[in-house]
């Protein structure tokens, strides 16, 4: 995978927003003295900068991990709720096939062909059997 880079104005914007949010939160941070000398200013910048990106790393790496947590809980509940519709399938395929015959709230709740008729066709059509009384 290519390394990616930010161009100088990605750069700017993105120490800006590291800024922003460090004064945000109002982390404390120690300032440099700042310095006559050219080459100690050069390092002291370097150093804020380095500074800034690993606050930056800590909180997308905390963000990240909260995401994964997330996830995994989400997994779990998936899990959970496939868990329960497969138990359900299963007591629905244990129950003998005319057990709704006893029960008008189920057999009006399986909508029975013949219990919703049809104009364009009849029952026995829609079940695929031959016609009562043999026709």
């Known amino acids: 995978m290519p390394k990616q880079t930010l161009t100088p104005e990605e750069c700017q914007q993105f120490t800006k927003q590291i800024i922003k949010e460090i004064q945000e939160h109002k982390i404390k941070i120690y300032e440099f003295p700042e310095t006559d000398d050219e080459e100690e200013n050069k390092r002291v910048t370097k150093i804020k900068l380095q500074r800034h990106h690993e606050q930056l790393k800590n909180n997308l790496e905390a963000q990240h991990k909260e995401l994964e947590e997330k996830c995994h809980h989400f997994e779990d509940e998936k899990a959970n709720w496939e868990a329960q519709q497969c ?34 066709s009849t029952w026995w059509r829609k079940c695929g059997t031959s016609a009562p009384g043999g026709g």
């Open 87 to 120: 138990i359900l399938e299963q007591q629905n395929s244990s129950r003998s096939p005319d057990s709704w015959w006893c029960n008008p709230r189920a057999a009006a709740q399986r909508k029975r062909p013949w219990h919703t008729p049809s104009s364009s």
